[in-house]
């Protein structure tokens, strides 16, 4: 498969713009326009959701990326996978997490795995101090 | 009132539920009323998934809901009533003289539903059967979020705040 084969594959779908803007984080960083669809489910309810993942799966999406845990875009992912158990659902992303995986070895069949342990250790708090000068 | 909200909205559980109201309300529980959902293990699997740990979820049919109202609303912790459509709301409403109160979270586009709101489109038998509720004294106003503003059932209906 190829690298492009391999992004291609792949479609991140969140709340409103939320795909469309963090899709193009990674290409204002990636300087790559090829590696992820997008969608939204703004409008829909969880059926029509899910028939717009079907199809994107039928055209051969592989790898979801969806944004909340508790989110009817996840719902609808889980309920598409259930009949497509070869589909990765990839829940809870973040910018770091869709860098990592756009950087992953184009056959790596744990990108998606080392993406969210990518992400998880991207998370931190930092607090300021104050100078001792 | 220990049920904070008696919620229509065709996704369920999902983020402005378990995020939007579920936060500033505090909600501890959650009541999804689906005899669908209430007979499969797999959804209400699915479902769980996307509830903090600190929020209970309780799958029941309409049947059970209506058994077990006053048991949910005797809960000293603040929850939230879920249907997926009008029409089971419009049963529990029927059966539980204590339930007088609607919210209009979410009916979106299916074929032949009218446009009434961004988020609540309307076939005319659903549009019929919130005005019998509102006849029989059910109080019902469209909100999906909180901070949102609240849009009274004639306002929806007459198509008004259709932006």
């Not at chain 1, 969608?39 to 059926?47: E, I, Q, V």
């Not at chain 1, 719902?75 to 869709?98: C, E, F, N, Y």
């Not at chain 1, 993406?115 to 998370?123: C, I, L």
């Not at chain 2, 249907?83 to 007088?100: E, K, N």
Request: with cysteine; net charge negative.
């Amino acid at each position: 498969m190829s690298d492009q084969d391999l992004r291609s594959a792949a479609l991140v779908i969140g709340h409103k713009d939320f795909a469309a803007g963090i899709v193009s984080a990674v290409t204002a960083i990636t300087g790559r326009t090829d590696l992820f669809r997008t969608a939204s489910n703004y409008g829909l309810d969880t059926r029509a959701t899910e028939a717009m993942l079907r199809e994107a799966i039928a055209d051969g999406v592989r790898v979801i990326f969806s944004d909340l845990p508790a989110g009817s875009t996840t719902m609808a992912a889980r309920r598409a996978q259930r009949d497509h158990p070869d589909i990765t659902v990839v829940t809870g992303i973040s910018l770091p997490v869709l860098l990592d995986y756009a950087f992953a070895a184009p056959d790596a069949a744990d990108a998606a795995d080392a993406a969210v342990e990518k992400g998880r250790a991207a998370m931190m708090v930092t607090r300021g101090s104050a100078r001792a000068d | 009132m220990p049920i904070e909200l008696h919620r229509i909205d065709d996704r369920l559980i999902h983020g402005q539920v378990v995020v939007g109201w579920g936060q500033p309300l505090e909600l501890r529980f959650l009541v999804l009323v689906d005899d669908e959902v209430a007979a499969s293990e797999w959804e209400q699997e699915l479902y769980r998934m996307g509830v903090p740990s600190d929020m209970r979820v309780e799958f029941v049919s309409v049947a059970q809901a209506i058994e077990r109202y006053a048991a949910f609303a005797a809960d000293p912790k603040p929850g939230m009533l879920l249907t997926g459509d009008i029409d089971t709301m419009a049963r529990l409403c029927a059966a539980i003289p204590a339930l007088r109160r609607v919210n209009l979270g979410g009916v979106h586009h299916r074929a032949g539903r009218a446009q009434k709101l961004r988020y609540i489109f309307l076939t005319g038998d659903e549009e019929a059967e919130l005005r019998a509720m509102a006849a029989n004294g059910v109080e019902i106003s469209a909100q999906d979020v909180p901070a949102a503003r609240v849009i009274p059932l004639a306002t929806v209906l007459a198509g008004e705040a259709l932006a």
